[in-house]
């Protein structure tokens, strides 16, 4: 197993009420299923909402595999001004 | 009391008595010598007695305040921006004096000032994050600034975009922006344009700006100019926000990351500022972020946000930095 931390920005933060999550992992996860467990933890809050992924403060465009120790955060485009 | 380089000349072209005295060391004495003054030195223990009023001048007018404060000196002047200042305006007739408490920084300077001074920047929203930010750029003495936006100042908008009063309301806001700002500084030129950014006018608004600044309130606008400015090749300095949160980057800089690739998708279900709710000290938080980097963007100055994503959370004031 391993152990990441998920940081919640804007809406994820909105949808889990949570500033941070720590999820206990098998072995191979990657970034894209990761994102599917926030997802079901928000029951349908985060519904049409477009996330991007970053693994320990850098951008990442694709899924990766994550390691013991990532953090996480996952960032939707804001949109007030 | 302080004076300012333009208001010595007056003194010295009218014939008033004046004495001049350079409390300066003697190695920034050699390195910058006064030019068309006569000055005495002196230190803050021997300041000398004289007839008539002193002017009292350091390299960069901020020790000779403290000691006329610290003295508590009548009819006495300390030369705003110092020597700095001085030489500026003898040399090119250029009164800088006013910007002296920015470029008496060393990252600054007389020459940021300048570029400052021809910087051309279009802002493209004049709503809480455009408020601050034409504020503080024409504060800090941006020569042009294109202001962008067809809506008409709301009641509901008073609470966070200071530049509008309650008589305001109705009417168009880059008029009544143009005005304020105009009170702030009558020299910089603000132009205006009374409709929204689209596909139909947004190479001609905002093609010609140096530097783009994104202020709007909705991610179809932002990624126009995105487009603008990633194929023109003017770098786009972007801020949004979402309830207690903000979010800064500074894209499309030599080829960093635009728009497009923090967000690719169409975009999302979102909300406005409208939809989610907003404190006033967000956008204003936020808006002087942005506008912080598009003044090191201008003048040349490391590091900043260019290829990042700078997250601001106001209830637990910390930041992230996320490496696009």
């Known amino acids: ?81 | 009391m302080i004076i300012t380089p333009h208001e010595l000349q007056l003194w010295i072209d009218e014939g008033k008595p004046f004495t001049v005295v350079d409390f300066r060391p003697k190695v920034q004495r050699r390195e910058s010598p006064l030019s068309g003054l006569n000055a005495v030195i002196a230190d803050a223990d021997t300041i000398p007695k004289c007839d008539g009023a002193m002017v009292l001048v350091c390299q960069f007018g901020i020790v000779t305040e403290e000691i006329i404060v610290e003295k508590d000196l009548d009819d006495t002047f300390s030369l705003l921006g110092g020597i700095q200042a001085w030489e500026a305006f003898q040399n090119e007739k250029q009164d800088m004096s006013r910007w002296s408490r920015q470029t008496v920084l060393s990252e600054i300077g007389l020459e940021g000032q300048k570029r400052l001074l021809n910087a051309k920047v279009a802002l493209v929203g004049m709503g809480g994050l455009g408020c601050p930010i034409a504020q503080s750029l024409i504060a800090a003495g941006i020569g042009t600034l294109k202001i962008i936006d067809g809506d008409k100042v709301e009641l509901s908008n008073l609470h966070r975009q200071p530049l509008y009063n309650i008589e305001d309301v109705g009417r168009l806001k880059v008029l009544v922006a143009k005005e304020k700002l105009k009170q702030l500084n009558e020299d910089a030129v603000v132009e205006l344009t009374e409709e929204y950014l689209n596909d139909d006018n947004g190479l001609n608004v905002v093609g010609d700006a140096d530097i783009i600044i994104d202020a709007t309130d909705n991610i179809q606008a932002r990624q126009l100019i995105d487009q603008i400015s990633k194929e023109f090749g003017i770098p786009m300095v972007y801020g949004g926000l979402y309830r207690y949160e903000g979010q800064v980057a500074v894209l499309n800089v030599n080829g960093s990351p635009g728009y497009s690739d923090l967000f690719p998708e169409p975009p999302s279900v979102n909300d406005t500022c409208a939809d989610a709710g907003v404190l006033g000290m967000l956008p204003g938080i936020i808006g002087h972020i942005q506008a912080l980097e598009t003044v090191k963007l201008i003048v040349g100055i490391e590091p900043n946000l260019v290829g990042k994503l700078l997250v601001y959370d106001g209830m637990k004031h910390s930041m992230e930095t996320i490496e696009l």
Request: glycine share 8%.
């Open chain 1, 1 to 81: 197993m391993i152990t990441v931390k998920v940081k919640c920005f804007s809406q994820v933060k909105y949808a889990l009420n949570k500033d941070e999550v720590i999820f206990e992992l098998d072995h191979g996860t990657t970034t894209d299923s990761l994102e599917s467990m926030i997802r079901d933890n928000a029951k349908g809050k985060l519904d049409g909402v477009r996330l991007r992924v970053a693994v320990n403060r850098k951008y990442i465009p694709e899924k990766i595999e994550l390691k013991d120790g990532d953090e996480i955060a996952f960032i939707p485009p804001v949109q007030g001004g």
